[in-house]
């Protein structure tokens, strides 16, 4: 019983270390999609920016803002696709109006989207390599056995075939922590009921130990008593031709005196 709840203590210090060093690579994966996020925001950013400046010089045309639902983890679906359009359309636009081609503050906003564009890629490429470490992590033996109980599942790649799609790119999330958390719940249960019984079990085997040792002393003292009996030596005999005292009898009692 010891000896299995040693194996058991050991194989949870085990997992914990493998969870601990799983955890941290999905860590790494959840920063790099946040960065890509907070890019693409910042382009739509910008992009609306270059809108509202491109308005001034060709009010007739329709352009539109490109809106984003809440913060940077909800960039809908297709909005990457509507930025590069209006980026498109803008510069276009730019083409027929000299004046706005020329201006400070649309100059200023495509050199803004040309690094952003640039960092962008820089971000992606990281984030797939984030990827490509965790999703080979889980995927290798023994780790494979035991990741998904663990709450870690494969993380999505970014689709560099089109970099403007965002549906390879969903937010990464991992049930980890609360799959540990049950894990460990168990596990501490497990190990209280296994200490609870090597406790009875010692006592059980403590209690035996006694009641031999008690039958064990009485066996011993029996047995020496016995060698005892069998090492005293004989009485002694007479020698011979001569006679052994006799015992003398005590003397008879005085008659009583006659009475007068």
């Not at 382009?43 to 803002?65: C, P, Q, S, V």
């Not at 276009?92 to 989207?113: I, T």
Request: hydrophobic content about 40%.
């Amino acid at each position: 019983m010891l000896f299995l709840l040693i194996l058991a203590a050991g194989a949870l210090f085990f997992l914990i270390n493998q969870y601990n060093r799983l955890q941290s690579l999905a860590q790494r994966v959840r920063e790099a999609h946040a960065n890509v996020m907070a890019a693409l925001k910042k382009r739509i950013d910008l992009t609306n920016k270059l809108i509202d400046i491109a308005k001034g010089y060709a009010d007739h045309e329709k352009l539109t803002h490109i809106t984003v639902a809440g913060t940077g983890d909800e960039i809908s679906i297709g909005s990457g696709a509507a930025t590069a359009g209006a980026i498109n359309q803008v510069m276009r636009l730019a083409n027929q109006y000299p004046d706005l081609k020329a201006s400070a503050a649309y100059q200023q906003l495509m050199e803004q989207l040309d690094r952003i564009e640039s960092d962008l890629q820089t971000k992606r490429e990281g984030y797939n390599g984030e990827v490509k470490a965790y999703n080979t992590a889980i995927g290798q033996l023994p780790v494979s056995l035991y990741a998904r109980q663990l709450g870690f599942k494969p993380a999505p790649y970014f689709d560099v075939d089109n970099a403007d799609a965002l549906e390879n790119l969903g937010s990464f999330h991992s049930d980890d922590a609360e799959h540990l958390k049950q894990m460990l719940s168990q596990g501490s249960r497990k190990l209280a009921e296994g200490s609870r019984r090597v406790a009875e079990e010692s006592v059980r085997i403590g209690k035996i130990a006694v009641e031999k040792g008690v039958e064990k002393g009485a066996e011993l003292q029996r047995q020496a008593v016995e060698r005892a009996a069998q090492n005293a030596p004989p009485p002694a005999l007479p020698a011979a031709g001569v006679t052994p005292p006799q015992e003398v009898p005590p003397p008879a009692p005085e008659p009583p005196p006659p009475a007068v």
